[in-house]
């Protein structure tokens, strides 16, 4: 059981948008940072977002991340294959004293 | 090429010990905070351990506490895991990553497998 949650899996088409939410509680994402990073198979994960909302140096803007209270979204538009992989949302919990993830959510671009 | 480079992993039996090395190449260590992560077989992203740019505070998971320990030497690059008292539980990749600030990992090494198996 994960201390985030984020949905098993999304779907859309190419060209269209998806969103894949983050939820959690005051101990985490209500007062840290959340970052997002993509995982293909076989491959260690990348970062796509950081301190909620910015992008790192090579990341395209198709990827937007953003945090309301307890939640977090991770928002992807003009899908490509290619951005079929499982996403994850992170934080640190300050309650835990230790870095949380979301269990993951797969990403199929139909 | 900047570049995390896990090495030590291996097959242990129940109750064994290894040690995780990961090297930095193309950049300096000293001025981040690193981390170790593993993912089990088919499972999601777990944080494992940190350790403060100068070992001046660790934390690490509860499951882990008591028998791993995070270390680093900031002359020779690297970043290591020691793992006492394995468990069958403990089998996963384990990652190191490296964190520029507010517990985010922005570059990390390919994973090294542990497997702890009699």
């Known amino acids: 059981q994960s201390v985030l949650t984020q949905p098993p899996s999304v779907s859309a088409a190419p060209g269209q948008k998806v969103t894949i939410s983050c939820s959690g509680s005051?101990?985490?994402?209500?007062?840290?940072?959340v970052s997002w990073y993509r995982q293909l198979p076989g491959t260690a994960p990348k970062l796509l977002i950081y301190?909620?909302?910015k992008r790192p140096s090579g990341i395209p803007d198709r990827f937007s991340g953003s945090k309301s209270g307890t939640s977090a979204t991770l928002g992807i538009t003009g899908l490509q294959t290619g951005d079929e992989a499982v996403y994850y949302c992170?934080?640190?919990?300050?309650?835990?004293?230790?870095?949380?993830f979301g269990g993951g959510t797969k990403l199929t671009v139909l | 090429q900047v570049q995390l480079v896990e090495s030590g992993g291996g097959v242990v039996h129940p109750g064994g010990s290894l040690r995780l090395s990961c090297a930095a190449s193309?950049?300096?260590?000293?001025?981040?905070?690193m981390h170790w992560l593993r993912q089990a077989p088919g499972k999601g992203l777990e944080w494992v351990a940190f350790?403060?740019?100068?070992?001046?505070?660790?934390y690490y998971t509860d499951s882990v506490k008591g028998r791993f320990s995070i270390s680093r030497d900031n002359s020779k690059n690297t970043l290591y895991l020691q793992m006492n008292t394995l468990r069958a539980e403990d089998t996963a990749v384990y990652y190191c990553?490296?964190?520029?600030?507010?517990?985010?990992?922005?570059?990390w090494g390919r994973g090294t497998l542990v497997t702890v198996s009699s």
């Open positions: 990553a490296k964190s520029p600030s507010n517990w985010y990992f922005d570059l």
């Open positions: 193309e950049f300096t260590l000293s001025i981040y905070g």
């Open positions: 350790v403060r740019y100068d070992s001046s505070a660790k």
């Open positions: 005051s101990s985490n994402i209500g007062n840290n940072y």
């Open positions: 301190d909620n909302d």
């Open positions: 992170g934080t640190w919990d300050s309650s835990l004293t230790a870095v949380v």
